[in-house]
């Protein structure tokens, strides 16, 4: 099929009359109320339709000299469509998953690839341009490049300029403008409603900037081991550094009550994480042998241990808490928390006990569960509070990253493969969710693991889906070389 005004116009009319253009009010997933709504899912019912479209936009790949050695489609409206080109050009298809399977393979990925093969993304409407960057991010995290990616509608409000600065070429059959003049020019729309929409596309546009920006820190993502030279602690540099050496960044909740199964966790778990976090006063037969035996299977499978305590009282109380009574924490845990609304005295307290050992603490800013009142200015005086006592505060228990330093740390509880909402309020995000677009470090993981009925293959897929949303991150970093 040659491609020329005459084509591109017939399509668009053709996806006029099929309702694939729509014009009225229509709330968009952003929550502005819009004058037109592209509706492109209507084309799996008119094949011949989806296979012109299919045709359009394998010839703006050649002409736009686009090298490639396979096609993927944008879950999930462009999936037909490169099906199409795939099958008619005999090109391989991959398909990327909107989130990993905790069974079979449980990979983002599917179909058969080399590492360093360059993949054509194939999108119906690029808007912001984020569901392209996100699908380049899961193609690049497996080894795969993009550089060019081909979309049926631009709809002219700044996405194509946003993935050009991340190194990603996108060409469109038309532009929303295009589509506009051929409407009026064959009378299916009115001159006024041209220009509603027209004014619409120009007073909404999406600034040229990057499509995530969850770390305000430098001009580009430092990697863990960069970050670990800037930290001030030396538990949050051991931290840092043993991420990026074991490839994990899997904290995992060990919220068991029998010590034989917690222990049979910290060693059978041990190689995908890098935090085994405890609730140690909900074991029913603690006993200090227990401690010794974690301890040993830290060092074993190098891991830190971070006693999720939380504490919440004057300075002089949570020193006690701290290295007294029963549980002697300041023994064995390398990491504790604390809610900072006593005001520094809490870390004050836990510093002084902690006196002459390698310790760190966790500042809860922000928590998962629903109603919680751990929000605005009081996330914000949690972050004040952590950077004025950095050397013995490494970070937060947060939902995003709440602070600029490269040398604090966020970890985020409440992630599962599957967003959604739990029992008792608790509101779960998926590690892409959590590290990509939120910022965060380190995924913290509990129920899925523990009640999975093959608990290591459930922690090796969260290490390997956790780690795979860092290196996508990482694919926004400038290049050097």
Same mark, same amino acid.
């Given at each position: 099929?040659?491609?020329?005004?005459?084509?591109?116009?017939?399509?668009?009319?053709?996806?006029?009359?099929?309702?694939? @253009?729509?014009?009225?009010?229509? &709330?968009?997933?952003?929550?502005? /109320?819009?004058?037109?709504?592209?509706?492109?899912? *209507?084309?799996?019912?008119?094949? $011949?339709?989806?296979?012109e479209v299919s045709e359009v936009l394998w010839n703006i790949a050649e002409?736009?000299?686009?090298?490639?050695?396979?096609?993927?489609?944008?879950?999930?409206?462009?999936?037909?469509? =490169? &099906?199409?080109?795939?099958?008619?050009?005999?090109?391989?298809?991959?398909?990327?998953?909107? $989130?990993?399977?905790?069974?079979?393979?449980?990979?983002?990925?599917?179909?058969?690839?080399?590492?360093?093969?360059?993949?054509?993304?194939?999108?119906?409407i690029v808007t912001s341009g984020s569901s392209i960057f996100e699908t380049?991010?899961?193609?690049?995290?497996?080894?795969?490049?993009?550089?060019?990616?081909?979309?049926?509608?631009?709809?002219?409000?700044?996405?194509?300029?946003?993935?050009? +600065?991340?190194?990603?070429?996108?060409?469109?059959?038309?532009?929303?403008?295009? *589509?506009?003049?051929?409407?009026?020019?064959?009378?299916?729309?009115?001159?006024?409603?041209?220009?509603?929409?027209?004014?619409?596309?120009? !007073?909404?546009?999406?600034?040229?900037?990057?499509?995530?920006?969850?770390?305000?820190?430098?001009?580009?993502?430092?990697?863990?081991?960069?970050? =670990?030279?800037?930290?001030?602690?030396? @538990?949050?540099?051991?931290?840092?550094?043993?991420?990026?050496?074991? +490839?994990?960044?899997?904290?995992?909740?060990?919220?068991?009550?029998?010590?034989?199964?917690?222990?049979?966790?910290?060693?059978?778990?041990?190689?995908?994480?890098?935090?085994?976090?405890?609730?140690?006063?909900?074991?029913?037969?603690?006993?200090?042998?227990?401690?010794?035996?974690?301890?040993?299977?830290?060092? /074993?499978?190098?891991?830190?241990?971070?006693?999720?305590r939380k504490f919440a009282d004057i300075g002089g109380t949570v020193k006690?808490?701290?290295?007294?009574?029963?549980? /002697?924490?300041?023994?064995?845990?390398?990491?504790?928390?604390?809610? %900072?609304?006593?005001?520094?005295?809490?870390?004050?307290?836990?510093?002084?006990?902690?006196?002459?050992?390698?310790?760190?603490?966790?500042?809860?800013?922000?928590?998962?569960?629903?109603?919680?009142? =751990?929000?605005?200015?009081?996330?914000?005086?949690?972050?004040?509070?952590?950077?004025?006592?950095?050397?013995?505060?490494?970070?937060?228990?947060?939902?995003?990253?709440?602070?600029?330093? %490269?040398?604090?740390?966020?970890?985020?509880?409440?992630?599962?493969?599957?967003? !959604?909402?739990?029992?008792?309020?608790? +509101?779960?995000?998926? %590690?892409?969710?959590?590290?990509?677009?939120?910022?965060?470090?380190?995924?913290?993981?509990?129920?899925?693991?523990?009640?999975?009925?093959?608990?290591? !293959?459930?922690?090796?897929?969260?290490?390997?889906?956790?780690?795979?949303?860092?290196?996508?991150?990482?694919?926004?970093?400038?290049? /050097?070389?």
């Amino acid at each position: 099929m040659e491609l020329n005004d005459s084509t591109t116009d017939n399509l668009i009319l053709k996806l006029f009359d099929a309702g694939a @253009v729509k014009f009225g009010e229509f &709330t968009l997933k952003s929550g502005i /109320k819009s004058p037109v709504y592209f509706d492109l899912r *209507v084309m799996v019912s008119y094949p $011949e339709i989806m296979k012109e479209v299919s045709e359009v936009l394998w010839n703006i790949a050649e002409k736009m000299d686009a090298k490639f050695d396979s096609i993927c489609g944008v879950p999930y409206t462009a999936l037909p469509i =490169a &099906t199409l080109m795939s099958v008619e050009h005999r090109k391989p298809m991959l398909i990327r998953r909107k $989130e990993a399977k905790d069974y079979g393979t449980a990979k983002m990925i599917e179909g058969h690839f080399e590492k360093g093969d360059k993949c054509l993304v194939v999108e119906d409407i690029v808007t912001s341009g984020s569901s392209i960057f996100e699908t380049s991010e899961s193609l690049v995290a497996v080894g795969l490049k993009v550089t060019d990616a081909v979309v049926l509608l631009d709809r002219c409000q700044g996405g194509s300029a946003r993935l050009q +600065q991340h190194g990603i070429n996108t060409e469109s059959a038309f532009t929303i403008r295009k *589509v506009l003049d051929v409407l009026v020019q064959h009378e299916k729309i009115k001159l006024p409603m041209k220009r509603e929409v027209e004014e619409f596309i120009d !007073g909404n546009q999406f600034e040229s900037k990057s499509i995530f920006t969850p770390r305000k820190i430098t001009p580009e993502v430092l990697t863990y081991a960069e970050r =670990a030279k800037l930290c001030k602690n030396p @538990v949050a540099r051991k931290l840092l550094n043993l991420i990026e050496e074991k +490839q994990t960044n899997l904290a995992f909740a060990a919220d068991v009550t029998d010590a034989e199964e917690f222990l049979k966790l910290a060693d059978v778990l041990g190689p995908h994480i890098c935090i085994f976090k405890t609730h140690i006063d909900i074991l029913k037969n603690f006993s200090s042998d227990v401690v010794t035996k974690l301890k040993a299977l830290a060092v /074993k499978h190098r891991y830190l241990i971070f006693e999720d305590r939380k504490f919440a009282d004057i300075g002089g109380t949570v020193k006690h808490q701290y290295r007294a009574g029963v549980h /002697k924490i300041v023994e064995w845990a390398d990491i504790v928390n604390a809610h %900072p609304v006593p005001g520094h005295g809490v870390v004050e307290g836990l510093k002084e006990a902690a006196s002459g050992k390698q310790r760190g603490c966790l500042l809860i800013a922000e928590m998962s569960s629903k109603g919680n009142l =751990a929000t605005g200015q009081y996330t914000a005086a949690a972050v004040k509070m952590a950077e004025e006592m950095s050397d013995f505060v490494i970070g937060f228990i947060s939902q995003s990253a709440v602070s600029a330093k %490269p040398y604090m740390i966020h970890m985020t509880p409440g992630v599962k493969l599957v967003p !959604g909402s739990g029992t008792l309020g608790q +509101q779960y995000v998926t %590690p892409q969710q959590a590290i990509v677009e939120k910022g965060s470090d380190i995924i913290i993981v509990g129920r899925d693991i523990y009640e999975a009925s093959n608990r290591v !293959g459930a922690a090796a897929n969260y290490k390997k889906v956790g780690y795979q949303a860092y290196c996508a991150r990482m694919f926004r970093r400038k290049d /050097k070389d």
